[in-house]
């Protein structure tokens, strides 16, 4: 019989082209525009899926984008996992920051360059070739089960519904999940929590048009004006966020788990200059990792209003614009914070101005326990792989849809991911590691295989 | 002999056309694709002054959008009335707030809808139209010059060197500008002053590149929050403006030109319903008019920075961008002002982020005296045709240039606007009153007329 090793080997080339394909299409859920490619990505996914020897795969419509579910059973009374994953990618722009087109993948030294590269095109389709290595060399120890949703990068709208509706397709002994980081190939980890999410956006109204700004300026309140008064009152001096009860539902993490934390490796003047900042921001009383994986917080991600052009327009504007999300950590509530977070900025508007404050989108937080048998199957798993435990970090980003999954399915969610926080998610540039791919795809078997032993 | 009604009785319709015609010319200034269009609407310019009777109209090219210079003069022993105008406009953008094309005008309840329709086509054509009727029924008075550019809107960048190198063409005995609005029909007045500018573009730089705000919000400053911190800081809790030296050289209006300010009538009930606000804002102690007129002010004209499409991203940005105007009044030297706000941003820009900050443009404010010929004897003709005298009133807008043509040229600059303020100059659906346009070519041919007979 052929090994895992003798066969990701030979179909290592077809690994990579069959991703690259996938990155080709421009799957982005934000942008109504791209309607037609979330149906292309979704049937490339079922093609996909069938011919890595799935049993059956379907795509069901939503209320917005499709979702994909396949699955192989291989014997009902053996475990099953679930594997979840997300299809759709972020927005690309701003396009002119990109050294080559954003779903025009290019490999350059040794890493691929692509929207979704990481995030998570590539990380599920690890997860694909992972299945097709078991199936194809007839070794899958467990049913596999596998969902792959088109809205993650909006917040999984429509997910809850069709959770919901399809638990008895859905049930499964664990969720694995990759769409998380690791610290280096060299110092591989795994996270044991996802922040919770509240977007929303904010829209404040000065006079009813665009006046003039020097027959008008000074006597009429401006909303660039306002707006950036009201953002520069959201934190204080020490960067902590001001919003009465923001903090309220905040479960401190122990002195052992920050203890823990500080002990995994990180070298702040590489972190800088990676960045090329020189000095670092943030809440104090907090190192960088606490701040990215045990503390909330509150960021600006967008701002616009009055003239944007080359050159000089002399405009008081009627609007002004801004995104504003929070990271959540247990166990705040991502309606409660909404909720809080919109009140407050309706409370600090002046009377010169209308304001308008709504949700984009939420999630709440998730931490999964390191005793469980997914988790000792995973961190075996990456043993295997790598020659080293995992360490157990908190996450910064989002998995908006984890909490409903445990709620719902009642299974615990296992976060194995194989990307890098310096792979650009979000960002211009966007890239995966080819030695990460590849990583993933032959330490996945283990997980499955330990999985099914336990 | 003909008479100037009979004359302009007749012409009417053909008045109106040649003036929608001018209006159809992109001609903004600012946006590099419209260099056809400026010098589309050069032309266009040199053909109507020759047909109304110039003997002499050339283009002068100069490093930017070119000059439009015309003259007919009569007898050198004659005085000279030199017409200062521009034929640049404002961008038109948002154009979805637009109810007609920005480039197409519409008459509507006797208004012309355009860009340009006011500021300053339908201004500077009252000119043309005015010298046409004394040209044609030869009762010209004066000799007359026309000086027409094509960058007032960014600030008459190449318009010093230009009358620095052509003084004996523009030697004159007034400018005369109609650039600037009177406070109704029924209520005639001239401004004697314009305020000064500083126009500058801020650039707050974070990270290198944008980051995914879930695995770096917290850790690193964000540009939109940094940049909305020092906005907020330029006001203080009375909206005066906080930066250390900014208002040093500002002479402060007397008592009694404040008195006399507070009788001309202004309704702070229609003006607030007028702009569809609430409350008016601005700073302690001063009134609307006062505000707008004889105090200096700091606008942000733009704010842009992050994601700004539909829909959500989670980025924490790179950079976030402002543009800032300063509007002077005497004695504030527009370069330092630039310099004192430039420097100010710099001083107060944490260590989390780089700054870099620039001048777009700048002009001196000017104040003309209500004792000279030249405004005699405008005041004189406004008494003619509106049946009232002008009320002398500061003007809040900037014609940067007028400070380089007293102390160039010599002679002094009479402000005989014939807009309303709620023209929306600058603004989406930018119009002119028929009735307005109407009555500035009634009245400025008595202006040359009794400057002529000083």
Known sequence: MQTWKDY??????????????????PSVSARSEHKKDMQACAEALKTRLLEAGADKVEIYATAGHPV????????PSKPTVLVYGHYDVQPADPLNLWHSG??????????????????????????????ETMSKTNTLATNIKFLIEGEEEVGSPNLATFVKENKALLKSDVILISD???????????????????????????????LHSGVYGGAVANPITILAKMIASLHDENNHITIPGFYDDVVEATTAERKLMAEAPFSEEEYKKDLGVNELWGEKGYTTNERTGIRPTLEL????????????KTVLPSKAYAKISCRLVPNQGSDKITEILINHLKKIAPPYIQIKAELHHGGEPYMTPIDSKGYKAAAKAIETTFGKQPIPVRGGGSIPICALFEKELGVKIIFMGFGLDSDNLHSPNEKYDLANYYKGIETIPYFHKYFAEQ
Not at 68 to 75: A, C, T
Not at 180 to 208: C, F, H, K, Q, W
Not at 301 to 312: F, V
Request: aromatic share 10%.
């Open 102 to 131: 954003p779903f025009e993948p290019v490999i350059k030294d040794g890493k691929i360059f692509a929207r979704g590269a990481c995030d998570d095109k590539g990380q599920v389709y690890m997860h694909v070739k992972a299945f």
């Open 8 to 25: 990701q080997e030979k179909n290592k080339d077809k690994f990579l082209n069959e991703l690259l394909e996938l990155l080709r299409i």
């Open 68 to 75: 994909v579910y396949g699955e192989k059973i291989i014997d």
């Open 180 to 210: 998380t980081a690791l610290i280096s190939l060299d110092t591989p980890s795994m996270d044991v929590g996802v922040r919770g999410l509240s977007y929303i956006e904010v829209e404040v109204t000065g006079p009813n048009r665009d």
């Open 301 to 312: 991600n967008g701002i616009w209003g009055g003239y944007t052009g080359e050159g000089a």
